[in-house]
């Protein structure tokens, strides 16, 4: 075959061209043999950051060119995927993917529902072979697709401890072929000495569901006591259930704790719970600044965008939506999920409300605020 000079300068423009995009040749945009990648859904239950990780990995695939850039409305529920997802399969412009409208399930948080409609996953993804890859939202639903019971290529996003609670076998491999679990293992332990050595608090308040092993690992217990005992602080905790009870009963719950366990700390951790909401964020802070008490989220900087003092700035998540597209990518290239990276760390930036900061009484130096890549002069308030 001769050298042909117009096919080889253009080879090399569009080389340029993926590199920019952040493309390779494993994360080039393909096929399913001529028909379109189908894609899945599932939840253990509505929460704050499912949408926000789902709206994140939509923007990061059409940044690797696999679907056309989409500005997706910012009216739907915060806690809610499901009309953000139903919205996508109407509105996603692809070549190479398809959200599937009737391939979305909810658990609700609610365990009778989750075992049923497991079932009735486990049995259309091991039966009728049309969906090609599954979202699996959080760590409930990460649990119920890391089986053999199936085999379809499984993402499990937003899990707050992927090893901890069962998810995978290893940091290093899920145990599974078909499964992928992005995993940070000290992202809490680095949050808590963050907060530590801004404050030097002696008495640390946190609230979560004490008897469920979920509770514990939402919370990140062991994390907390590890560090408590390496920096010689403690923990003062409070029960809040959240499993089988409705929402608003959830909330109830961690308002209540929250006005007990104020007089007795002087820093308080918002770790994930299914009782904190941003609607009811005044609320749940007032406690701690009437006491002038500071406050970390573990969740991030929304949180702190409506009052919580400081967190880790994770810029919507665009950087582990971008390392979990990046993953589809090279599945859909015939890589196995077993054999992909699961270690992604969160960029090590501040996110501080600076009116949180003035209502405490705590004046922030430079050193916080040149590490901040997020800063907010007022509370937002949802509605």
Request: proline share 4%.
């Amino acid at each position: 075959m001769s050298f042909q000079p117009k096919q080889f300068l253009l080879a090399c423009l569009i080389s340029i061209v993926m590199l920019s995009n952040g493309w390779s040749e494993e994360t080039k945009p393909i096929t399913n043999k001529g028909n379109k990648w189908r894609i899945g859904y599932l939840e253990g239950g509505g929460y704050i950051n499912y949408p926000i990780n789902l709206r994140a990995l939509v923007t990061a695939l059409a940044e690797l060119g696999w679907l056309e850039p989409v500005q997706i409305p910012v009216n739907f529920e915060d806690n809610d995927t499901k009309e953000l997802w139903a919205w996508l399969c109407v509105n996603v412009k692809s070549d190479y993917l398809h959200f599937n409208a009737n391939a979305y399930w909810s658990g609700k948080w609610d365990d009778t529902l989750r075992k049923k409609i497991r079932q009735q996953v486990i049995t259309r993804l091991k039966n009728k072979k049309e969906i090609d890859l599954m979202l699996a939202m959080g760590t409930k639903a990460g649990q119920d697709l890391a089986t053999n019971d199936h085999s379809v290529p499984t993402i499990v996003m937003s899990s707050s401890n992927p090893l901890r609670s069962g998810i995978i076998k290893r940091n290093d491999d899920s145990g599974f072929d078909h499964v992928n679990a992005r995993v940070d293992p000290t992202r809490y332990e680095r949050q808590l000495q963050i907060f530590h050595s801004v404050f030097g608090f002696k008495n640390l308040g946190i609230v979560y569901e004490y008897d469920t092993k979920d509770g514990r690992t939402y919370a990140a217990i062991d994390d907390v006591e590890k560090v408590a005992k390496e920096l010689n602080f403690n923990i003062v905790s409070c029960n809040a259930p959240f499993s089988n009870i409705t929402r608003k009963n959830a909330q109830k719950a961690v308002l209540k704790c929250h006005q007990e366990i104020a007089p007795k700390i002087d820093a308080y951790y918002f770790t994930n719970h299914r009782g904190i909401s941003l609607e009811q964020m005044p609320q749940l802070l007032k406690p701690f600044y009437d006491r002038k008490i500071p406050t970390f989220s573990q969740v991030g900087s929304r949180e702190v965008r409506h009052g919580v003092l400081m967190s880790i700035a994770r810029a919507n998540f665009k950087y582990i939506a971008m390392f979990h597209a990046k993953t589809i990518a090279k599945i859909f290239n015939g890589s196995k999920p077993r054999d992909l990276e699961q270690f992604f760390e969160d960029p090590p930036r501040i996110a501080i409300n600076l009116k949180a900061a003035q209502i405490i009484g705590y004046n922030p130096s430079i050193d916080i605020l040149s590490a901040a890549d997020e800063i907010y002069d007022t509370i937002d308030k949802a509605e």
